[in-house]
């Protein structure tokens, strides 16, 4: 099957007891395995509830999500999570990195949680860590590291499982403009190696790398547009010829 991602008929009402707050309202999306989409729209039109479900970390209320072909809402909490550590790798704003620990470690955790043995994700941790351009940080912690350097770490652990499908929320926010030139060209790369990449941003610069802008406006899709002239990457970037 071609798509990776179908949504029928999505909502997602968040229920707060008192008020009820309508996230997404009836969105039909697919997205086709290798590519590389933005997602854009104005604070709160429901973006990050969009990238949750898609990330299995929230459900739907109503409609259905089918990642590679299996309906979410059937899943059990413990299937949900095996389909996250397997399938997707997710970057946060705020790169969510343990710290106290080290790089390499941070990045061997999705790998622990897959049952890989020691010395097998300790190697896989250092070429990833590598092949984002931090091969000579590997033993630093989260906080001697710059904000740039933490987003690739959080890239690295990401594709730890070697998830076919990346998404990020707002991984740019954080970021000067040279430090998120090299992470959009970091998910351009992977795009490129045939990951399905969905970046979530309110930046048209950023946007801008991707090839498919979907809008979101309180809670619908308003506009989803192929974007004709990404920008293109430089050919020295990393991630020389990982598999996707
Ligand atoms: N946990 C929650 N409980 C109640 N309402 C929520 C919750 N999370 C989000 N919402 C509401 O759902 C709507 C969509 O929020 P969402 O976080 O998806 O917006 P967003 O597009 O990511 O915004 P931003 O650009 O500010 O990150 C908003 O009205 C928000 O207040
Ligand atoms: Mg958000």
Redesign the pocket.
Known sequence: MDEIIILEDLVKIYDTGAIKVLGLNRINLSIKRGEFVAIMGHSGSG??TLLNILGCLDRPTLGHYYLDGVDVADMTQDELSRVRNKKIGFVFQSFNLISRMTVLKNVEVPMIYAKLGPAKRRQKAAELLEQVGLGARINHEPNELSGGQRQRVAIARALANDPPLILA??PTGNLDSQASVEIMELFAKLHQNGSTVVV?THEDNIAEYTHRILTFKDGVLESDRINESPTPVSDNVGLGSRKS
């Open positions: 973006k990050s929320d707002e979530v």
